[in-house]
Every structure is written in C-alpha cells, then in structure tokens.
C-alpha cells in the first residue's frame, strides 16, 4: 500500500500531513466496486425512520430538532462531525444545533478541532465581552486554522455573545486541538507563576525559551516543524518539564492553579505532536493518536472540570468511532470519548449528495471546489432517494434492513483541508450512531 512522499510530508504541517495519509489510504482502497443500493427496501426504512429538517439555517423555529434531542439521549458530550471542512450548510447547521442543545438539553459550551489559545481568547470574548471578535479570528484562524475564518463562524460568535448578555448561566467556547500553541497559553502559565512563586518566572522563560511563538502562526506553522528533529524533542521535553514545576507548587484558594496547569499541559501536547519523526510510518501513526488521544482528553477535562455539556465541532473522521486506516491509526477522538464516556457520549456523522467547498494547500489561497451526484456505489446515492431534501437519521435503532446496509463498507465522500482526494470507503453505521445528510451544500463565506 502507498504511504506518503517524505520528502512531501516533511514539508508540510501536521495538519497537511493528515491529508496525505487520507489520500494515500483513498488511492490503496479504491480498487473494487459494491453495489451501494439495497433496493427499495432501504430507502423505504429511511423514509420511515428519518426525521425531516425544515431548514439549516440557525434563526428561526426549531421544532424539527426534537427528534434529534430524543436520538442524543443524555449524552454530555455530543461530537458533530463535517464531511468537508469548509461548507456553509455544515457551519450554520452546527450553529442550530448548539441553539436547540442550548435552549432545551442544558448544553453550555461549544468546543471546536481549534487550538487551544483560540479558545481562550474567543472564550473571553463570548463570555465578557474582551476584544474584537474579527481581530481574534483574524490573527488566530490561520495555516489549517484558516477553514475558521469564516462569516458562519463569526455569527455563532456573536450569538453567544448576545445570549450571554441576557443570561445569568454562561455558554463558552473551547479549543480542543493541539497543532499550535498560541502566546495566551503562555501568557496564562506566566501569570500564574507570577501570582503564586515570582522568584520562578526566569526558570519558567528558560523552559519556555524557543517554544513561544513570536511570530505569526502561519509563520510559525511553516517554521517549527522544520527544526531539526533532536531540536523539538529538547523543547518537548522541557515543556514536560514546566508542567511539572507547575503541579508542585499544589492548588491554591480557587481552581486558577487547575487551569494553569492545564495550559501548561496544552503547550506540552503541542510540543509532543511536533516531536515525533513524521518521516517515519511508525512515528506518524504515534503522532496521529498523540492528536487525537489529547483532544479526547481535553474534552473531557473541560466537561468535568466545568460541569457542562459540550457540542464538539470537528471533521467527521474526528469524531468518528474507527478509522479509515487501522494499521497507521486504530483509534480516532471519538473512540476514545466513548471509552471515557460511555453512553455519554453520541457521535454524529454529516453526508451530502452534492455542492461546494473551500479547500487548499496552508501556503496556497483556497479555492472553491463544486462535486455533483455521486455514483450509484456510494452511501450517498443511497441517503438521498429518501422522501426528504435533508434529515436526520439513527443508525443504531433503525430496521434491521437499514442497520446491515449501513454496516457495509462503500464509498462515501470525506474531504478535508485539501483537495482532490479520493472518496474513502467506509462503513457508516460502525463510524457513527447519527447521520445527518443534506442534499445540497454551499461554499462557507470567508473572511477577508
């Protein structure tokens, strides 16, 4: 099976490099075809069991979301996944959600594939008030981070915003991923040693010295990956380092000591990812699950620490319960919030019949891409000879008929930061317990 180019990937973020795992997997599973139609006999269990969605704008009625309320159960962390990284009808629809989750299911916080200093500073801002919104975005949503920068985006945080002016019991935002670490992580490390043992503060520069970006983070994204490897295992090891002088100082009078660890952790992950050899086969399936055993763990550090529950944005491979690879990758974030969670947690998948996306190389413009129909082999095809234009549908309650067809492996359509890639085969019903397919979608509206 074809891996990857290395001269390719070492030249890429980590993000990149994850596309070119994926397409490299598509192109090696792409031989053979199977009939994707089960004949009327499923089409007709998802005109049964399906549940129409009157809209996917966010405003508005919500009432066709109640069936959708019943499918997630008592779930404290819901993962709702995007089968293309950049597409208006996936943004607005997750933004709905989080209404409806907010309005009648006691959700609270909005958590996103975005790395962790984002978070922080979009959190200030949906909760107080700090900043401007279209700043923040604009110096933290860039490299991958860019697929972000969008006027979908921009509404949900300003939705938040307003919601928090007129509501005693806040909604927040979290990012969960750990591709970079931005200067409010160590911003926020600094000010607590500062706070509880000032006389630490130059060992802390020391530890920190080389991994703090003092750049911006398109140019530190370009530039970190491509030191020397023995160089970012250094650095990694003194973040673990700085996590540990950290803890030993023990809890203080509130929780701001649990937080500023966790941060100081946050930057260790970071330093980690980078530390491994994405040359290497071996070290790259180590690295992927470092990315994705954190962002599991981060999740669920906030649910617990905050006592929220938590809509998690990301790519549906990321939330997903397997992996289109096993041998590189067995376990994705999803897997891993399920062994934390249990029951508590419920995985939705997205799948679309048609549309445009925004997808590009990090150091290349994005470019708009429209796919028509897929192919009669795809899962696709199948989902949208149902009664309804767009719907919702359990995978795990569903007739019998529904269940085994979605148990099957074809071809189905995940595109990521890049593209073309190929379409992967995968089976929907082991991926997911909920999908929400939608016939037609749209470019996202990108920022300027």
Do not use: C
């Not at 927040?172 to 992580?185: I, K």
């Not at 994705?292 to 790519?315: D, F, I, P, Q």
Request: aromatic share 10%; net charge neutral.
């Amino acid at each position: 099976m074809v891996r990857h180019d290395k001269t390719t990937m070492k030249r890429r973020t980590f993000l990149g490099a994850v596309a070119v795992a994926g397409s490299a997997l598509a192109t090696g599973l792409a031989g053979g075809t199977q009939t994707a139609s089960a004949g009327d006999a499923v089409v007709a269990a998802l005109d049964r069991h399906g549940h129409r969605l009157r809209s996917t704008e966010p405003h508005g009625d919500l009432d066709d979301l109640r069936p959708f309320g019943r499918l997630i159960g008592d779930a404290v962390v819901v993962g709702l996944g995007e089968a293309t990284h950049n597409s208006r009808e996936f943004f607005t629809m997750k933004h709905r959600v989080f209404r409806y989750l907010v309005r009648t299911r006691g959700f609270r916080t909005f958590s996103q594939e975005v790395h962790a200093a984002a978070g922080l500073r979009i959190d200030d801002y949906v909760v107080s008030g700090k900043g401007d919104i279209r700043q923040i975005m604009r110096e933290e949503f860039q490299s991958s981070t860019r697929l972000w920068h969008t006027q979908e985006y921009l509404a949900l945080f300003e939705w938040m915003r307003a919601y928090n002016r007129s509501h005693r019991v806040k909604v927040r935002y979290m990012g969960n991923d750990v591709d970079y670490a931005g200067p409010e992580l160590f911003t926020r490390v600094e000010e607590h040693v500062r706070a509880r043992r000032p006389a630490l503060l130059p060992r802390f520069a020391e530890l920190y010295r080389g991994l703090r970006p003092e750049t911006d983070m398109d140019t530190w994204m370009r530039e970190y990956p491509s030191r020397p490897l023995a160089e970012r295992r250094v650095f990694a090891a003194r973040a673990r380092q700085a996590v540990e002088l950290l803890a030993d100082l023990g809890p203080g009078a509130d929780d701001s000591h649990a937080w500023a660890v966790r941060h100081a952790r946050t930057i260790e992950q970071v330093a980690t990812l980078w530390s491994f050899d994405l040359d290497d086969v071996d070290e790259l399936g180590a690295a992927l699950r470092h990315r994705e055993t954190a962002m599991a763990g981060n999740t669920v550090w906030w649910h617990e620490r905050t006592g929220h529950k938590v809509l998690l944005s990301a790519h549906n491979f990321h939330v997903a319960y397997a992996s289109i690879d096993p041998d590189l990758q067995p376990d994705m974030q999803g897997t891993f919030l399920r062994q934390a969670l249990g029951t508590g947690y419920v995985s939705v998948g997205f799948t679309f019949h048609r549309g445009s996306f925004n997808a590009g190389p990090d150091d290349q413009p994005l470019q708009t891409f429209t796919v028509g129909p897929p192919s009669p082999e795809h899962h696709e095809y199948v989902l949208d000879q149902a009664r309804f234009r767009d719907y919702v549908v359990d995978l795990r309650d569903a007739p019998a008929v529904l269940r085994d067809w979605s148990r099957q492996a074809r071809p189905t359509r995940s595109i990521g930061a890049d593209y073309p890639v190929p379409d992967h085969r995968l089976a929907l019903g082991e991926f997911y317990d909920v999908v929400i397919h939608l016939h037609r979608i749209r470019a996202a509206r990108l920022l300027s």
